[in-house]
């Protein structure tokens, strides 16, 4: 199918409503909904569907390089491509209920990025949404060269919530980060849980397989766990840089947290013929009061 703006896009769905889509210009999960309807994860209002420039929300996918780490484009390339259906999926682990996914891939195509990342990969992606309406992101990268590569990425998850300042995040205590507002020096977290007072851009490192947001005021829990990414960045641009970000409403910085699952701090390292995989998990949990459950 097409989105409003003529992209191609795949619907995940199951019976029960919950829903995610994903657009094959950057493999991107572009929405995320539970049974309700209701977004889990945030899009900009302003947000820009003209590829080759990535979509402001969802999930983009940082790859082969986190930010401006290295030699590509910031964030690397990945997000500003064209996925394709992968005709070659991984098999599907065997279960009967209510379970949509989709397989994508990207392969090394465009002549520029060869010039500046000249490797050949393939790196296969599969959004699952599961029986309980958690959607799952599998990600695998192969080295079909002849010699190692190098790379880092991220999911760079944008979490829909009510009120930033209602926002705590669970499982970076005392962990060490790297404060990219701080030419990426190196602190140790003092505080207890993690809220939100102004602008926040660090990566987290060696943090545990689950991490929680817990947004208060919605009564809501998200549960992300993670599998082959140590990292996890964290970021909100608060209300100065919001407002010089052309695809980002002066106010959605209330809305949203990125909390991105990645290998930063040590690239991943593939011989040829060698694959990674790195896996993160969504779940949301609803306090009874809310849902009634
Ligand atoms: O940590 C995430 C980060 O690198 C921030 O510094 C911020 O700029 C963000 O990514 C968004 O980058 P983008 O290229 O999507 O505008």
């Known amino acids: 199918t097409k989105d409003a703006h003529g992209l191609d896009v795949v619907i995940l769905r199951d019976p029960r409503g919950f829903f995610a889509q994903v657009h094959l210009h950057g493999g991107q999960v572009t929405a995320w909904k539970n049974e309700r ?97 958690e959607l799952g992101l599998t990600a ?23 009120d930033i300042s209602e926002v705590r995040i669970e499982g970076l205590e005392t962990l060490d980060y790297l404060d990219n507002l701080q030419n990426r020096e190196r602190f140790t977290e003092q505080g207890d849980a993690l809220t939100f007072e102004g602008e926040v851009d660090r990566v987290y490192l060696n943090t545990p397989t ?10 809501t829990t998200f549960v992300i766990k993670k599998d082959g990414l140590p990292d996890a960045v964290v970021w909100n641009p608060w209300e100065r840089k919001a407002k010089a970000l052309t695809d980002f409403g002066d106010d959605e910085y209330k809305h949203t947290i990125c909390l991105q699952p990645a290998a930063i701090e040590k690239p991943i390292i593939l011989k040829p013929g060698e694959e990674w995989k790195g896996r993160q998990k969504i779940i949301t949990v609803y306090s009874s009061y809310h849902s009634g459950r």
């Open 37 to 133: 309807g209701e977004d889990l994860l945030f899009t900009s209002s302003k947000a820009i569907f003209k590829p080759p420039k990535a979509i402001r929300g969802g999930i983009p996918i940082s790859f082969p390089q986190f930010s401006n780490f290295g030699v590509t484009e910031q964030h690397g390339f990945a997000r500003n491509r064209l996925w394709a259906i992968d005709p070659d999926p991984a098999p599907l682990p065997p279960t009967g209920d209510n379970k949509a996914s989709i397989d994508l891939i990207l392969k090394q195509s465009s002549n520029e990025d060869q010039k500046i990342w000249n490797h050949s990969f393939e790196f296969r992606l599969r959004v699952m949404l599961g029986p309980e309406g």
């Open 140 to 162: 695998r990268v192969r080295n079909m060269d002849s010699k190692p590569f190098s790379f880092t990425v991220a999911f760079q998850t944008y979490f829909a919530v009510t």
């Open 210 to 219: 689950k991490i929680a947001i817990i947004d208060h005021e919605k009564k």
